[in-house]
């Protein structure tokens, strides 16, 4: 079974139509409300996801911890994370589905870093996380702060996640790493939405990312 696990925060605007074309390559969607102030959770239910809302907002990370839960409880084999926002576009999911049946735990949607798509400095903060990332894991990573991907259930079942935000990516892939599940990327569109990212802390995210790899570099999977 394939469930779609989608965190919102304050999308009214553009989460019916993300669920309603995820529901058209999944068996399942989960939006998980992380607190919004506007009418996320009806949008939602609109577009036909089951809808988990959270009283308080717990950043992308606890939005995501609670819809794998529920995932897992409803018996996902695959669990694929998609933005709210209309970044990610859900008729690449087969792309990723089809590498999870090669034999994969986790799939990543590795975006074009081109400066006609993505401002330069985007650009910059992500080949800087990547390379980290490739360093700690001694794994070609592509685009560390992809958050369109796809995971093997087993791949949940062993790892627990601690980060509260943006940083779960990250840190996803550096544990999966460890654990010796076997990853790779998938080239997907590059859609950039500005708005979107007045969610991110531009001082403070990028200082918690370089906080957790230096932790991860000592992690080690039981």
């Known amino acids: 079974m394939l469930i779609a696990v989608i965190p919102a925060y304050s999308e009214e605007k553009n989460i019916r139509d993300v669920v309603k074309r995820t529901l058209q390559h ?39 911890n609670v819809g794998f839960k529920y995932a897992l409880k409803k018996g996902a084999d695959f669990i694929v994370v998609l933005d709210a926002d209309g970044q990610h576009d859900p008729d690449e999911i087969p792309l990723f589905v089809n590498k999870m049946h090669e034999g994969f735990d986790l799939v990543v949607g590795a975006r074009r870093f081109d400066r006609k798509l993505m401002p330069a400095s985007r650009i910059l903060a992500n080949a800087f996380s990547s390379f980290l990332t490739s360093l700690v894991t001694c794994t070609k990573i592509l685009d560390s702060q992809s958050g369109y991907r796809v995971i093997q259930r087993s791949v949940l079942e062993k790892i627990c996640f601690t980060s509260s935000r943006y940083q779960i990516e990250t840190e ?41 790899v230096v932790k991860l570099f000592f992690w080690r999977c039981k």
């Open 172 to 212: 996803m892939l550096i544990k999966a790493a460890k654990c010796g599940f076997k990853i790779c990327f998938v080239p997907i569109k590059t859609i950039y939405i500005h708005q979107a990212q007045s969610k991110i802390n531009q001082l403070v995210d990028p200082a918690r990312f370089v906080f957790l």
């Open 26 to 64: 999944t068996d399942f969607v989960i939006v998980v409300d992380d607190g919004s102030k506007d009418n996320t959770s009806e949008e939602a239910r609109q577009g036909g996801a089951f809808v988990i809302r959270n009283k308080v907002n717990k950043g992308k990370a606890g939005a995501m």
